[in-house]
């Protein structure tokens, strides 16, 4: 308990502090929708010709157009790794190592806080969107105890990835902006945010199946769907979970490994 | 001509100070490759279930995507400075450019964007790979209207960006900008997916047609435009840039600075 309030005020200040521009990202979310308008659009073109594409019918695919972009909203953003190369760029990074929290672990409630707040904010407007305006179907309740377990897992996980990207700023002089760059395209794609991954040809599928991004967005966004359960559904939860604990030991390694680099500039 | 040189010599010094930073340069390029990749991946596995969507083939969808991606990125890399206008409002910065004696508009157009760089290079290699395998058979007529597209298209996008960040001048929020960019996202596809009234919109009203599918349409022939519609784009992408200088003028004469 008493270590619960030692990190609750981190959460709240990365809250706080995007609500404060609520405004902000609520207009940048135009971007985002607009985005599976146009998807919308080529499905409803597509499905003119077949009834089911990936094992999908339209209602389905519609349902998963909007889900998984919420999650992936919910789940991950670049602040979370740039907000350490900033302090790293800055020499900052040593007044964080001077409070008496564990680093990794303060920044993983600062990702809480701040991916509740922007995926309450975004995510919930691309939502409610989808379920006014294009019949997007609400999950089974009886999956909803899953999905939040689901859902919690793959912020860890795209916090783990987010986490070693943003430590990477030791060795790149602090800025890690193309890379970010790529792990964000990377994540979109093989998470299954932008196409569901049933319609990868088999060897991509493979591929992807081996990365922990599809744990990011597709696993919850099967589990919403309905798509997973009893066994499947354990499994999945098993896989989400040793990505989760396997990432967050390897960003904790490569953290302290790259301790040893540090150069604060000095003054 | 003097704004052109200046334009010009702003935009070398930019490139000079980010060539300090190589190696996040070369991972910049990677990451725009990747997102063409991923861009093109879903259109091809979507391409995989059907034979055609709105009457385009995979090849022909590709030359549109290139097309509309190339006329996107000579904008960015021409004018990425808009970017900045919000936060030089806000901050009151803009006055620096103003007590010049040029064009304020000229001198913060100019930024060095690496994604630009190499989205025009990948979208160019898109364009020339799928126009080969749409059919596309280059002769000099053929060329010359490309070119002349893509300039059109290009300035269509270059003022309705202008026009977007304009509005910089009114609201305190840069994110009401970057939504209304994904307006562009309407170019992406053949416009034959839309809806009837969609399809006029983004033919008259917000020319993006005219970045993608129209200049794909004619190199593919994949459907017949008619001439008036090609000539139509020069007089649209005139009104674009027109429309966009006004929102310009318009925003800056309210401009009051930040004071301290």
């Known amino acids: 308990m008493r270590e619960f309030d030692r990190y609750w005020p981190t959460v709240q200040i990365a809250a706080k502090f995007v609500v404060a521009n609520r405004t902000q990202y609520a207009l940048q979310v135009m971007g985002d929708l607009l985005q599976i308008v146009v998807m919308f659009f080529i499905w409803r073109a597509a499905y003119a010709q077949a009834d089911t594409f990936g094992g999908l019918t339209q209602a389905e695919m519609i349902s998963y157009l909007f889900v998984a972009q919420v999650f992936r909203l919910v789940v991950t953003h670049s602040v979370m790794e740039q907000q350490i190369a900033y302090w790293i760029r800055s020499g900052d990074i040593i007044r964080e190592l001077v409070v008496p929290l564990v680093y990794m672990w303060k920044d993983l409630c600062h990702a809480i806080g701040w991916l509740g707040a922007v995926g309450g904010i975004s995510g919930g407007l691309v939502y409610v969107t989808g379920l006014l305006f294009f019949d997007v179907r609400l999950p089974a309740l009886s999956a909803l105890p899953a999905l939040l377990l689901s859902l919690l897992l793959a912020i860890v996980i795209s916090f783990g990835i987010s986490f070693i990207i943003g430590t990477l700023a030791f060795w790149s002089d602090g800025s890690i902006w193309g890379i970010s760059n790529a792990k964000q395209v990377v994540m979109a794609f093989a998470s299954g945010a932008l196409i569901p991954l049933s319609l990868f040809p088999s060897w991509l599928r493979q591929v992807v199946d081996w990365l922990p991004f599809q744990a990011g967005v597709h696993i919850p966004t099967s589990i919403y769907l309905g798509h997973l359960h009893g066994a499947t559904l354990w499994r999945a939860l098993g896989v989400q979970a040793l990505w989760a604990a396997g990432l967050l030991a390897l960003a904790n390694w490569f953290f302290h490994y790259s301790l040893r680099k540090v150069t604060i500039p000095g003054g | ?260």
């Not at chain 2, 930019?14 to 879903?42: C, E, K, N």
């Open chain 2, 1 to 260: 001509m003097r704004s052109v040189v200046l334009y010009v010599d702003l935009l070398r010094m930019q490139l000079v100070a980010r060539g300090q930073y190589r190696a996040d340069f070369l991972t910049g390029v990677a990451a725009s490759i990747l997102q063409h990749m991923a861009t093109l991946g879903t259109l091809w596995l979507i391409f995989a279930q059907v034979p055609a969507l709105g009457g385009w083939n995979v090849a022909q969808a590709a030359v549109l995507y290139g097309f509309f991606s190339l006329t996107l990125g000579l904008t960015n890399f021409l004018a990425s400075g808009l970017r900045d206008l919000p936060n030089m409002v806000r901050q009151g910065e803009l006055d620096g450019f103003l007590v010049q004696p040029a064009s304020a508009y000229v001198q913060l157009l100019p930024r060095i964007n690496l994604n630009a760089i190499s989205d025009v290079a990948v979208s160019l290699t898109v364009l020339l790979g799928a126009a080969q395998s749409a059919g596309v058979r280059w002769s000099l007529p053929v060329a010359a209207y490309a070119l002349l597209a893509m300039v059109c298209g290009t300035a269509i996008f270059l003022g309705f960006l202008t026009a977007v960040y304009s509005l910089s001048f009114w609201t305190p929020y840069p994110g009401l900008m970057g939504g209304l960019e994904g307006l562009t996202q309407l170019a992406r596809f053949p416009a034959g997916i839309y809806p009837r009234w969609l399809q006029v919109i983004i033919t008259w009203v917000f020319p993006v047609a005219f970045t993608g599918h129209f200049p794909a349409a004619v190199l593919t022939g994949v459907e017949a435009v008619p001439w008036w519609t090609a000539l139509a784009g020069l007089g649209l992408a005139a009104a674009a840039l027109g429309a966009g200088a006004a929102m310009w003028r318009w925003g800056l004469s309210r401009y009051e600075g930040a004071g301290n």
